[in-house]
């Protein structure tokens, strides 16, 4: 096989690896969807574990589309995107803030305050990288 050939074949692999990762993301975003009208608990687990799966899959496509594209198959981690997540997670939670305010209902206010929570769970995990992506960089 030549270089040309090659080239054409990483080049259609990676074309439709990409339609399938958007593919997964939709599939994510109507799972999500139909998790929040869900009542039945049994149907609810098997959409987690389609999410899961679902996240799953998008991680290993990533990982493909990043090793045909040249970039390093290991993580690269930046200190420049560590903190720009950070500032994303401090957004959503100063954001689910203001919707507490404005929710007037009990179980909205304590549902909301509960991803903030969660929100707040995330920036110290991402800080807790950002000191490990630093340290290992000396």
Do not use: F, P
Request: proline letters at 0%.
């Amino acid at each position: 096989m030549d270089i040309d050939s090659s080239m054409n074949r990483k080049q259609d692999l990676y074309t439709l690896l990409k339609s399938q990762h958007e593919a997964e993301v939709k599939e994510m975003n109507h799972y999500m969807t139909v998790l929040s009208r869900m009542n039945n608990g049994i149907i609810k687990n098997y959409v987690h574990k389609l999410l899961d799966d679902g996240l799953r899959h998008i991680e290993y496509i990533s990982t493909l589309m990043s090793s045909i594209e040249g970039a390093s198959s290991s993580l690269n981690l930046t200190k420049q995107g560590i903190v720009k997540s950070i500032d994303e997670e401090k957004e959503s939670r100063d954001l689910l803030l203001k919707c507490v305010s404005l929710a007037d209902d009990v179980e909205t206010k304590s549902l909301l305050k509960s991803i903030i929570v969660d929100e707040e769970h995330h920036i110290k995990i991402l800080e807790h990288i950002e000191e490990l992506v630093s340290s290992s960089g000396k």
